[in-house]
Structure formats: structure tokens, C-alpha cells
T-cell receptor, first 116, second 109 residues
Framework: GAVVSQHPSRVICKSGTSVKIECRSLDFQATTMFWYRQFPKQSLMLMATSNEGSKATYEQGVEKDKFLINHASLTLSTLTVTSAHPEDSSFYIC????????????FGPGTRLTVL | QKEVEQNSGPLSVPEGAIASLNCTYSDRGSQSFFWYRQYSGKSPELIMSIYSNGDKEDGRFTAQLNKASQYVSLLIRDSQPSDSATYLCAVGEGNQFYFGTGTSLTVIP
């Protein structure tokens, strides 16, 4: 199956700082990547959809100036949480589609963000 | 609003039994259907994808799709304690995907 990596797996930062999370498709070219957030014992919440070379499409209620997404290549998307606050603490998961399984979505392992 | 509904559970089955997970969706235009398994604290893992009516089997897993009834299910045969997880149903239309809230499954040894 297709492999998606995320880095870092875990990050702790101080309130007011920015955090960048990388998502890479390792063995396929990802036409589209997705960013999700998941709070404990809650379901996945789609934050945004990004296509290589174009601006991300954000879901309603997600602040695009706070959650900056850059899909620089067919294998890399980044999510930057700017001016993080404790309420941004969550599990951030990326996923990607592309390759032979044209619309099967493969998830990265996730990044657990804790904002102090 | 496109909806994907799952019984949140928890669903408990004894080891060796068949676990049956169900999902309904609201949009008749949906084209692709997926089951994901998510262990606590981990990200979802794709188990099955199904695109046409009928059954699709992969090892102990069988996905069943009935587009007329807008219903997709996942059967897990010979359930094992390692199958204990939350199972997410997802429905796709092109590059848009809609997830259910998941069903928690516990397999009792």
C-alpha cells in the first residue's frame, strides 16, 4: 500500500509560537492531500484540502490565516499552526490520494501537538 | 449536508465470532466507499474499499455495498482481540470524502 509520513510525530510548544508539520507521500505522487484534526474521543474533522501548486480549500470555521497550508510538490504538504494557543492542542493527521489507487485515501501517522 | 451515519457502539463480540459494522449514507451520487480501522491514539488505516454493489472479501474482512439502500457494511470473521478498535466508514465523491463518527468494537477474549 501507499505510504504517507508525517514529521514530527509529537511536538510541545509554548503559547504564541508557530509549529510546522510536514506530510510526505513516500512512494507515490499525491494529487491531493488532506489535513484533519482529531480531539480525544472525537471523530476526524477535515480542516482543508490541498492540491499541488494551488491554494488550499479550507472547511468552514477553519481560519486560513492561522492554519497555513503549502502544497509545494506532489510529495510534500506542510501545515503551519501560527501563534498556537492551548486550544490548538490536538492530533493533526494528513492524508493523501494519488497513484494506482486513484482515490483511496492513505493517512500519515499523525502529529500530536501540545501547546503549553 | 452529506451525511454518513454509523452506530457509535460500543459493539462487543466474543473472540471467534463475527462482528458486523453498519453504515448508511445520504447522497445517492456517492461513488466510492471505504472502511478504516483506527486504534486508540493512532491514525486511521485503510482496510477495504468497495465501488460496486455486492460483496468484496479480503481475508477475514468482507465489505458489502447496497447502493439502492445506501448502505455499506463490514463483516469481520473470526474476530480477534487485536481487532478491537474504532472502525470508520467513509464515502467518496471524486476528491471529496465524508466520514462517519466511527463504531467502537471490542473483541472479548
Amino acid at each position: 500500500g501507499a505510504v504517507v509520513s508525517q514529521h514530527p510525530s509529537r511536538v510541545i510548544c509554548k503559547s504564541g509560537t508557530s509549529v510546522k508539520i510536514e506530510c510526505r507521500s513516500l512512494d507515490f505522487q499525491a494529487t491531493t492531500m488532506f489535513w484533519y484534526r482529531q480531539f480525544p474521543k472525537q471523530s476526524l474533522m477535515l480542516m482543508a484540502t490541498s492540491n499541488e501548486g494551488s491554494k488550499a480549500t479550507y472547511e468552514q470555521g477553519v481560519e486560513k490565516d492561522k492554519f497555513l497550508i503549502n502544497h509545494a510538490s506532489l510529495t510534500l504538504s506542510t501545515l503551519t499552526v501560527t501563534s498556537a494557543h492551548p486550544e490548538d492542542s490536538s492530533f493533526y493527521i494528513c492524508s493523501a490520494i494519488g497513484g494506482a489507487s486513484y482515490n483511496e485515501q492513505f493517512f500519515g501517522p499523525g502529529t500530536r501537538l501540545t501547546v503549553l | 449536508q452529506k451525511e454518513v451515519e454509523q452506530n457509535s457502539g460500543p459493539l462487543s463480540v466474543p473472540e471467534g465470532a463475527i462482528a458486523s459494522l453498519n453504515c448508511t449514507y445520504s447522497d445517492r451520487g456517492s461513488q466510492s466507499f471505504f472502511w478504516y480501522r483506527q486504534y486508540s491514539g493512532k491514525s486511521p488505516e485503510l482496510i477495504m474499499s468497495i465501488y460496486s454493489n455486492g460483496d468484496k472479501e479480503d481475508g477475514r474482512f468482507t465489505a458489502q455495498l447496497n447502493k439502492a439502500s445506501q448502505y455499506v457494511s463490514l463483516l469481520i470473521r473470526d474476530s480477534q482481540p487485536s481487532d478491537s478498535a474504532t472502525y470508520l466508514c467513509a464515502v467518496g465523491e471524486g476528491n471529496q470524502f465524508y466520514f462517519g463518527t466511527g463504531t467502537s468494537l471490542t473483541v472479548i477474549p
